[in-house]
């Protein structure tokens, strides 16, 4: 009987993992669906667009088109640029929160913490202004530089630092090691997994990012993916065959890095919840 309880709740266990797998799968298999037919609006029943032929002549349009590239490049380098950014100021930001004394200290890090709490958009209006200042739009400095360090990557490492300890970095210095051989040498590699997160994290947003790119960029040449697909997307119509097949493959490096790193991922997850 009670092998017959635990199988049941086994089972049951399984059902719902599956049934909230089949949630999170249907919208990537809706896009693709619509991404391989042509002119899915045309349908007059579901059952039509799903036993209608399949084509590939959305994604080769996409990809020959003369600006697809360009958007496609413009994501992928500043997304790079970014996440690099953050990686290195959020990591110096939190190894100073965690492991120096300074007078603010604790005012400062509440401060981070408050901008955490602050939507995006309440910051649109003046940091759009703050662009014109500078005479950043329609340039690459206004995608970057305002996104090089963030409030929530310097909270998770500096959370990540403190859990570390002291011990390896008290027998460097006893060494003559400097600081900078300290954070770079000793506590970066023991921050691999938090960074794995943080990057994948900045990466994942930077790449996604539609808000500010679409305000900061009035031409073809500095526009990201997300604002580039926009155009698929006109008053009276909307283009859903190729505006899915640009979106599946806008899709494909967030892909691939998950399956890449998914293991870091979720190691980096369960040290920081482990780690007292």
Known sequence: MRLI???????????????????????????LLLALKVRPQSYASFSDLVFAPLTLVNFTDILLADTFGRYFLNSLGVATVVTLGNI????????????KEFRG?????????????????VVMIPLYRMMVAFGWINTYYALV???????????????????????VED???????SEWYVLFRIVMP????????????????SWNSFLFPFLF???AAHRTLTVGLSA?????????????????????????????????IIQGMTAGALKE
């Open 105 to 121: 200290r604790t005012l400062l890090f509440t401060t981070v913490l408050g901008v955490m709490m602050i939507p995006p958009h």
């Open 190 to 205: 023991l921050c691999k997994p938090a960074l794995t997160v943080l990057a994948l994290y900045i990466f994942l947003a």
């Open 217 to 219: 960029t009035n031409d």
């Open 171 to 177: 027998a460097a210095r006893m060494d003559g090691a």
């Open 232 to 264: 698929f997307q006109g008053k009276q119509t909307i283009d859903w065959s190729h505006l899915m097949a640009g979106a599946s493959i806008s899709a494909l490096p967030i892909l691939a890095l998950f399956l890449i790193f998914q293991k870091q």
């Open 88 to 99: 290195l100021f959020c990591l110096m930001s939190g190894y100073a929160f965690a492991r």
């Open 145 to 167: 530089i305002p996104w090089l360090v963030t409030p929530f990557g310097i909270f998770l490492l500096r959370q990540y630092i403190v859990s570390l300890p002291r011990d």
């Open 5 to 31: 309880r635990h199988y049941c709740s086994l089972s049951f266990r399984y059902l719902i993992l599956l049934a909230a797998a089949a949630v999170m799968i249907f919208p990537l298999v809706w896009m």
